[in-house]
């Protein structure tokens, strides 16, 4: 399915991919596509990244999310330090625009702890949309085919999603927007990292390709 809420298509960047369209459509959204899954508060559970960024101090957010939004991560350690670090707080930086929608707050702490420049612009702009429609998605994300490559400070990851299980709620009249699974249901990514003085991987850039034929099962 596509990411949620027709509305949303200005968020994120030019090419982000978003779950605000209806799940069963292959059209793309006429303006940018964008990425991220939303929570409302609820019976929320804590989720800590399965790969703890290695020889940093900074204290990262605690992040805790509604029992019926998941995520799988199919990237295993790389065993190089930076890179392992590179996909944790990535991993993170995924759920904390989920938190900030949960919590309808634009500009949440731990969505800013993670990005910064126009990816941080974007994302704002795409938890506003979630919070102006009232509305979150629901069900399992997957991600997988993670390339990650890391320069001194600065980084790039490739990977993919599958939202074929990830469904809209529209939280007032409490429904779940089901619909079959369509080719824009996987989604490459490609995003820039930098890392800050704090020793954290933030999101600068995030684009996104639906339909990638690298993603498709």
Request: proline share 5%.
């Amino acid at each position: 399915m596509n990411r949620p809420l027709r509305l949303a298509t200005a968020a994120l960047t030019a090419s982000a991919a978003l779950l605000l369209t209806s799940c069963g459509s292959d059209d793309k959204s006429s303006g940018a596509d964008e990425k991220i899954a939303g929570a409302e508060q609820g019976d929320a559970k804590k989720s800590s990244p399965p790969n703890e960024p290695a020889g940093t101090a900074a204290e990262r957010p605690k992040i805790s999310l509604p029992s019926d939004l998941t995520y799988e991560f199919e990237w295993a350690k790389t065993g190089d330090k930076n890179k392992d670090a590179v996909l944790a707080d990535r991993e993170q930086a995924i759920r904390s625009i989920d938190l900030a929608i949960a919590e309808h707050d634009p500009s949440h702490k731990a969505m800013r702890f993670y990005y910064e420049g126009d990816a941080a612009a974007n994302a704002q702009r795409y938890i506003q949309a979630y919070v102006k429609a009232d509305a979150r998605t629901t069900g399992a994300y997957r991600y997988y085919a993670p390339t990650v490559t890391a320069d001194g400070d600065t980084a790039a990851l490739t990977y993919c999603e599958d939202q074929s299980k990830v469904y809209d709620k529209y939280l007032k009249k409490d429904k779940v927007d089901k619909g079959p699974a369509t080719k824009n249901s996987y989604v490459l990514y490609a995003a820039k990292l930098t890392r800050n003085d704090a020793g954290v991987w933030v999101t600068t850039e995030l684009n996104a390709t639906r339909g990638s034929d690298k993603c498709r099962p």
